[in-house]
């Protein structure tokens, strides 16, 4: 039998929970001796005594902590970033409007204040977890980059993605973290990340499935696997009728539930539990993440035991029989796979998603047929939408020793403590880019804006990360998204949205429109929201033109020139 999470959680506590009121009650009995002074306490107080053993060992303890903090900050010349998150009134507020914007507000947008607020970096206590927030370019760098050994992924976070992608590339550190970026690394060479037969396969199955959708009459989810109907064609249909009930489907939706709670624990930290103390959400999900999995790499493991390959050239080598070159153990084969369908899968889809939005939003800006023979505008249009919506909005980092960072502006030239560490994104930054920086306009990727802003700044554009861990499949990710639009923009002449396709609850609030602090926001069509990577709430609705002709041919050598 398997007992419920918040049971196993007070369990592995138990000591810590019972030392208090243990040592209370043996001093008690102590004192009450005849050797002492026979002082004895009502049954009564040495129980209310017993019981607020815990709260005060508790405030002992993080008193104790707070003192050497202190004392090892100022022993390094070092001050701590400025604390929010007592239990004053006025941040309690703060705390619901926090929570509040979570789950409706605009992404990012509490912390993007909280950040022009402070200055530069803070600290956030609520719980007696600690916390510190960051938008400076050189903690930035210092952490991705300069002090890469001290600042890790962290176990809080392992044990938390542990359930979704075990041991995989993403959640290790240390050796551990070289060895599976060794065995992912090879597969990403110049032959793999430019298989364009293989793009090709996979777009013209995509576009087709699109074309199909739109000539029945109906706009078509942009983000969703297997094409959905809008919301109002499915709720004319009888009750538990669904559209589609595909085995890949189910392991799509599965994996994102899967997703989802793995990005709330993240927010409890490891008392994820107490949220979910008598039923493992996971288990279900997983389960049919597994089911689908599993038979998948386990023939793959055959195959390569049997030195069976179908294979015409190693070129059309597929990640997994990459991977089996490197290991035949089936739990790391999975762990990689599944870390590397949230890396790789996700974040393109992302990417392309945010893409055509902006293409609807945005015709003037489309790519010409002239802009592809000189790809730069095409990655041009993609950076851009990397910047407006990264793929991987925030990311955080646990220091492994107490350790400093550049000083910030409120730290009075001094350097900051940080005995823990989270980052955040700030991608669209004024003070960054320039008086524009809310706009979407690639050409600030080319003309005189690159060399005034990023050039001279690069840590201001970092959507696939910088240093030691950067994205192992960026010039994938670039390729393949770039081959799709090509693809996609031969097909179809006319991109627009269909906001009436999208379901009532996921269009822009009404709110957002009138909010003119936020001009970003004010244009906002749809809901961009966050997992591990960001999506838009019940997908991208969208109507296309078909091409009249079929724009000619134009995948050149050229192609490779990113
Ligand atoms: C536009 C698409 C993509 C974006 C924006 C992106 C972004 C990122 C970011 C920000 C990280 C660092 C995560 C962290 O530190 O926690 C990362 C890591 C990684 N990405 Fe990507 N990625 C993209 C596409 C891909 C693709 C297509 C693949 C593979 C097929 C891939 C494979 C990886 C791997 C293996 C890592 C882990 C690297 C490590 O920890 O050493 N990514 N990516």
Redesign the pocket.
């Known amino acids: 039998m398997e007992l419920p999470p918040g049971i196993i959680f007070l369990l592995q506590r138990s000591h810590k929970i019972a030392l208090p009121p243990a040592f209370t009650y043996v001093a008690a009995r102590v004192l009450a001796s005849d050797y002492f002074y026979d002082f004895q306490l009502s049954w009564w107080t040495l129980s209310a005594a017993m019981l607020a053993g815990l709260p005060l060992a508790l405030t002992i303890s993080v008193a104790w902590v707070e003192l050497s903090i202190k004392l090892d900050a100022a022993r390094r010349g070092a001050v701590m970033p400025p604390r929010t998150g007592d239990w004053t009134p006025g941040n309690i507020l703060s705390l619901i409007n926090a929570m509040k914007s979570f789950s409706n507000g605009y992404p990012g947008e509490m912390l993007e204040k909280t950040c022009a607020n402070i200055n530069g970096c803070l600290q956030q206590s609520y719980t007696i977890r600690r916390q510190i927030i960051t938008a400076e370019l050189e903690h930035m760098k210092a952490m991705?980059a300069t002090q890469f050994d001290v600042f890790e992924?962290g176990s809080e976070t392992r044990e938390l993605i542990y359930p979704l992608l075990g041991t995989g590339?993403?959640a290790?550190d240390g050796d551990l973290?070289k060895f599976?970026?060794s065995m992912?690394r090879p597969?990403?060479t110049r032959e793999h990340i430019g298989d364009f037969d293989n793009f090709d396969r996979h777009a013209e199955d995509a576009i087709s499935q699109l074309k199909r959708r739109l000539r029945e009459g109906y706009p078509a989810d942009f983000q969703a696997s297997g094409l959905p109907y809008p919301y109002y064609v499915n709720a004319g249909r009888a009750a538990g009728t669904k559209t589609y009930e595909h085995p890949a489907l189910r392991f799509v939706n599965a994996f994102s539930e899967a997703q989802m709670i793995t990005a709330q624990r993240m927010r409890f930290g490891s008392s994820w539990p107490l949220q979910e103390f008598w039923y493992d959400t996971m288990k279900e999900p997983m389960k049919i993440v597994h089911r689908f999995g599993d038979p998948i790499v386990a023939e793959a493991i055959k195959r390569k035991r049997e030195g069976r390959s179908d294979l015409e050239e190693k070129d059309d080598e597929t990640?997994l029989e990459n991977l089996v070159n490197s290991t035949e153990d089936h739990i790391t084969l999975r762990d990689e796979i599944m870390?590397?369908l949230v890396?790789?899968?996700d974040?393109?889809a992302?990417?392309l998603t945010f893409v055509v939005y902006m293409l609807a939003e945005h015709p003037e800006r489309r790519p010409t047929y002239d802009d592809f023979r000189d790809m730069k505008y095409l990655r041009a249009v993609?950076n851009e939408t990397?910047r407006l919506y990264?793929?991987?909005p925030f990311?955080?980092?646990t220091p492994n020793a107490p350790t400093v960072l550049p000083s910030s502006p409120g730290s009075e030239d001094k350097p900051i403590y940080i005995p823990a560490y989270t980052r955040y994104t700030c991608f669209d930054r004024e003070d960054l880019w320039g008086p524009d920086a809310l706009e979407f306009d690639p050409d600030r990727f080319l003309d005189h804006r690159l060399h005034k802003y990023l050039t001279p700044n690069p840590f201001i554009f970092?959507?696939?990360?910088a240093g030691?861990?950067?994205?192992?499949?960026?010039q994938?990710?670039?390729h393949?998204?770039s081959f799709f639009l090509v693809k996609l923009l031969q097909h179809f002449s006319d991109i627009s949205l269909a906001t009436d396709a999208q379901p009532p609850e996921s269009r822009a609030p009404v709110e957002w429109a009138e909010d003119a602090t936020n001009p970003r926001k004010q244009r906002e069509k749809i809901r961009p929201k966050s997992h591990l990577?960001m999506y838009i709430q019940d997908g991208l609705w969208v109507t296309m033109e078909e091409a009249k002709d079929l724009q000619s041919q134009i995948f050149t050598s050229e192609f490779y020139i990113f």
């Open positions: 991705l992924k590339v993403f290790a973290w599976h970026r992912t597969y990403f990640l870390s590397l890396a790789g899968r974040t393109t992302s990417t993609i990397l990264p793929p991987v990311n955080m980092r970092i959507p696939f990360n030691p861990r950067i994205c192992l499949g960026q994938f990710a670039y393949e998204t990577t």
